[in-house]
């Protein structure tokens, strides 16, 4: 079956090289052949054949001509609605195309860019061709394979949403422009960055005081990992601290920024330390920092870029600077056993030391693959101090169908990060949003990211991101906080169950609930709270035959769990009166 639509792949190309041949001089149709071949390489051939061959031929010309004059290091961009007289062909969504020198990155914050404006992409195609330009830049030829007088160059051809408001397409330009040119300073300062790493490693803990041989060589070996291929560099600077009188600040090295970070008129070059973090910055028993930065990775991957950050020290002991980079962690970081990354080994070693528990025993391995299996930024940022805490609470859960909550406080007091583990039968987007909003207003959060977990586990895990207003000063209770989700994710029918037991004892209750709870109709589980309903069912519940009645006159209120979980409800005077008959009304 592949090899039928490969063959009527190669058939349509046929044709569509023909059309092109019967519209252009010798030269230009195979200059079109040996691109069509690499363009048409990996579109799908449902693509291919929604088009006649003739207005596919068209498209490929329109490109060609798009392509015609570039020079190094340009990118050619145009976001446009192709329209058969102007063009020679028509579709039926907006396109956008780039032609840039090949590196890597493109697609990728492509991609990004486009869903950071809420713009759906129904095709990326992405050839790397081979191309042979005159000295003014002009087009010469496309070979089929790398030759001796060709680049490679990057063309990138995406369809999306049907736009035609000028300023939507004008705003699509300048954002991929602006995105491409971070590409092109980050891949132009990749290996000045990687040998601002290795200078780093060189200084690492010199004249740190008190800093134990064993803990700066793990710390140098994370170093190394990071520069074998652990980590993309998106920027790197270096960082003098200077004082003034009492105030102490942090002063850019002159000509040491590089990739997003390289300096330039917006640069701040100097600001207190007092107004970028605690003093715990800068605390000489931790001079390795592994955390979140407070900018989103304009490239490759969404989320806060990692921030690395290497103190330095005079002959004194004293901190007098800081090497810093940021960037992400490459996938193969996260894949990796954390017995076999640096610094993460050192800390889950000293964890297990401290848990008490006996090696290779059960719980022992139990705890080691709660930690293998923890979010890894967490493990990355987190003391051995907080993972132990975190990892013997999630051990002490043991598959309970219970709602366990941790939050950790990051170094610098710039987020806070939240590992829920609810009952996998209770994970629904209306409970995830349900706990986020508890949360988010608990630490008074400003921007909130999330990441889920569903495993073949008992419980389900929700990982948040929680960035507090500034000058917020949150102090969560992370008890109360916990019984407000528990709250929050109580069912009609465990909230009823619950106030049962409460009220006539849990052997009582659980005999009503298992008779009655779930008897009761979609209607009645709207319009009455499980507070009203516990009294119903106590009346139900005392009715001896058909021939018995009993009757209830009350006035709704709102209980203070309806009023924590929002309800709107309100004292209106209403009486209400009921009558309960078996059988029949």
């Given amino acids: 079956m592949k090899a039928n639509s490969e063959k009527n792949k190669q058939l349509l190309l046929g044709k569509i090289k023909a059309a092109i041949a019967a519209s252009v001089d010798t030269k230009a149709a195979n200059r079109a052949a040996a691109f069509c071949d690499l363009f048409f390489r990996r579109v799908p051939m449902t693509e291919m054949s929604q088009a006649a061959p003739d207005v596919v031929a068209a498209m490929v010309i329109n490109q060609l001509e798009f392509l015609r004059q570039r020079k190094k290091g340009e990118l050619s961009i145009r976001a446009f609605n192709p329209e058969k007289e102007r063009d020679g062909w028509e579709c039926e969504h907006t396109v956008v195309e780039m032609c840039n020198d090949d590196m890597p990155f493109l697609v990728d914050t492509s991609s990004m860019a486009m869903q950071e404006l809420n713009l759906g992409v129904h095709l990326i195609v992405h050839p790397v061709l081979n191309v042979e330009r005159d000295a003014g830049g002009k087009l010469k030829s496309i070979h089929p394979r790398s030759t001796k007088n060709s680049v490679k160059e990057s063309f990138i051809h995406i369809h999306f949403d049907k736009q035609t408001d000028p300023a939507v397409l004008a705003s699509v330009e300048t954002l991929l422009r602006t995105r491409m040119a971070m590409v092109r300073r980050t891949v132009d300062d990749w290996q000045p960055m990687k040998e601002s790493l290795k200078h780093a490693i060189a200084e690492f803990g010199k004249n740190a005081p008190d800093l134990p041989e064993s803990v700066r060589k793990e710390c140098v070996d994370f170093l190394k990992w990071v520069d074998d291929d652990h980590f993309m560099f998106i920027g790197a600077r270096t960082y003098d601290v200077v ?124 705890l080691l693959h709660i930690l293998e299996t923890l979010p890894r930024d967490e493990v990355f ?92 000063e949150p102090q969560p209770d992370v008890q109360e906080l916990e019984h407000k989700i528990i709250n929050a994710l109580r069912s009609w029918n465990d909230e009823l169950t619950n106030i049962l037991k409460q009220n006539h004892g849990e052997e009582t209750g659980l005999k009503l609930a298992r008779k009655f709870v779930k008897s009761f109709p979609a209607a009645y589980m709207e319009d009455v709270s499980p507070w009203v309903a516990s009294f119903d069912v106590e009346k139900i519940a005392l009715l001896k035959d058909e021939n018995d009645l009993q009757l209830s006159l009350y006035r709704p209120r709102v209980t203070e769990a309806e009023a924590e979980a929002g309800s709107e409800e309100k004292d209106t005077g209403i009486i209400r009166f009921k009558v309960f008959k078996k059988n029949r009304p």
């Fill in 381 to 472: 940022q987190a003391s051995s101090t907080e993972l132990l805490a975190i990892a013997m609470g999630v051990l002490d859960l043991q598959e309970r169908q219970t709602v366990r909550l941790f939050i950790r406080r990051e170094r610098f007091g710039r987020f806070f990060s939240c590992l829920v583990y609810i009952p996998r039968d209770y994970w629904n987007t209306e409970n995830r949003e349900k706990i986020q909003r508890i949360l988010k207003r608990a630490l008074k959060g400003e921007k909130l990211d999330y990441m889920i977990q569903l495993s073949d586990s008992a419980l389900a895990r929700l990982h948040l991101i929680i960035r507090p207003k500034a000058g917020a």
């Fill in 243 to 366: 004082h003034k009188g009492n105030i102490a600040s942090l002063k850019v090295v002159d000509g040491t920024g590089l990739g997003l970070l390289r300096e330039d008129g917006k640069t701040v070059l100097s600001r207190p330390i007092a107004s970028t973090s605690k003093d715990s910055r800068f605390n000489p028993n931790a001079p390795l920092i592994v955390t979140k930065a407070n900018t989103r990775s304009p490239m490759h991957r969404s989320g806060y870029m990692d921030y690395i950050g290497v103190l330095r020290f005079d002959k004194k002991g004293k901190v007098v600077g800081e090497f810093r980079f940021i960037g992400l962690f490459t996938s193969l970081a996260y894949q990796q056993r954390i017995a076999d990354t640096p610094l993460i080994a050192m800390k889950v070693k000293t964890v297990l030391e401290n848990s008490g528990l006996k090696e290779n025993r059960h719980a022992w391995k139990s």
